[in-house]
C-alpha cells in the first residue's frame, strides 16, 4: 500500500451503500502534509509534463490543489459551481451531476483564466462515474487547451468513471483505486499498481 | 503598501458599487506563492499563539487556509455551505448571508472536527460585513473552542464588519484594508498601518 492507501486503511470509514468517508483528512478536515505528498507524487508522475495551469472544482478539490500545485509553481483555478457576482464576464460553463450530491450542477470557469495556450493537470479528491471531471474536460476543450493528465485522490474502481476517462486516451493517476469495501468489517481492498 | 496591497493595486479590478475584483489571483484563478506569503504573515502576527486548527469556510477560503495552515503545521477544517451525505453525524450550523451571493446559507462543521480543546484562528478571503465570519464563531462558541485569532486577506474597511469584530474583542489580522475605491480611475486607497 502506498501512503494514501495506508491513510484510507486507518482513517477511512466505510459505510453501506459503498460510501467511504474520508472527512478527518481529505474534505472536511484536511491534512496538507498529506497534500503535500499527493503533490509530489503527481510530480512525478507527470514528470515532463508541460503543465501551465491546474483546474479544480469546488470545494473539495481546493485544498488539494492548492497545496499540490506548489510543486508545479502554476496558478490553480477553481470550477464554480453556482454563478456569483465574483465571476462576471464570458464563461465557460458545463454542466455536472454530482453522485454526493445527488443533483446538477452548472459548472464555470472565466474565459480570461483558460485559453488555448494553457497545458492543464486537472485535480480532483473523488473519481467515481466521473460527471466532474467531464464537465473540466468539455471546458478545457471549449477553451482550446490541453489536457496533459488528471491526478485524482480517490478512485472507486467499482464505477464507471475511471474506464470512461482511461478510454478517452487521458493520463489518469489515481493516487489509490478503490476495488471493494465491505461495510460489515470495514476494510477497504485497493487495485493493485 | 505590502505585498498584498502592492498585488492588489496592480491586479485588482475596481467596479461600480463598490466591488473590488480580485479573481486573478484570490478567489477563482489562485497565486498560492501569495497564500504562502500571506501564511508567514499571519504566523508572525500569530506569534505565541496556541494554535491547534484553522477553521475557513467554502469555496473561497479554502486555498488560502490550505496554504497558510502549512506554517501552522495543525489540521484545516472548512464549513459546508450546504448538508452534503459527506456530513453526517452531529453537527454545528450556524445561518450566514452572503455579501456576494446575495443569499442565505446554513454553514456546517462537524462536532467530530471541532471541540472545547481546540483553539482555532479563523481565515477567510474577504471581510465585508462579517456575516460569514460571524457564523464561524458561532460555531467555535458552540463547540466550547477558542478563537485565537482571525487571519482576513482583504478587509472593506468601509463596511461594519471589521469594526464589529474588533469591537467583540478578537485579534484580528486583515493583510490589506481597503478605505475606499474609485471606479472612474480604479485606484485602490488602503489604510495606514
Not at 473523488?126 to 464537465?135: H, T, V, W, Y
Not at 489515481?174 to 477497504?188: D, H, K, Q
Amino acid at each position: 500500500m502506498n501512503f494514501l492507501e495506508e491513510r484510507i486503511a486507518k482513517d477511512g470509514i466505510v459505510k453501506e451503500g459503498n460510501v467511504l468517508k474520508v472527512d478527518s483528512f481529505l474534505n472536511h478536515q484536511m491534512d496538507t502534509e498529506l497534500f503535500n505528498a499527493m503533490g509530489e507524487e503527481w510530480k512525478k508522475r507527470f514528470e515532463g509534463k508541460n503543465i501551465t495551469k491546474i483546474l479544480t472544482i469546488e470545494a473539495s478539490g481546493i485544498g488539494i490543489a492548492c497545496v499540490a500545485t506548489q510543486k508545479f509553481q502554476v496558478p490553480v483555478v477553481f470550477a464554480n459551481k453556482s454563478k456569483s457576482i465574483n465571476i462576471e464576464g464570458e464563461v465557460y460553463t458545463a454542466e455536472v451531476e454530482s453522485f454526493t450530491h445527488k443533483n446538477k450542477n452548472q459548472v464555470i470557469v472565466s474565459k480570461k483564466f483558460l485559453g488555448e495556450e494553457d497545458h492543464v493537470l486537472l485535480i480532483d479528491d473523488f473519481l467515481a462515474n466521473g460527471c466532474a471531471l467531464q464537465g473540466l474536460i468539455q471546458i478545457c476543450n471549449a477553451a482550446g487547451a490541453t489536457v496533459e493528465g488528471i491526478g485524482i485522490a480517490i478512485e472507486k474502481g467499482f464505477q464507471k468513471g475511471g474506464t470512461t476517462i482511461r478510454n478517452l486516451g487521458y493520463q489518469l493517476e489515481s493516487l489509490a483505486i478503490v476495488e471493494s469495501m465491505n461495510a460489515e468489517t470495514g476494510e477497504v481492498f485497493f487495485r493493485e499498481n
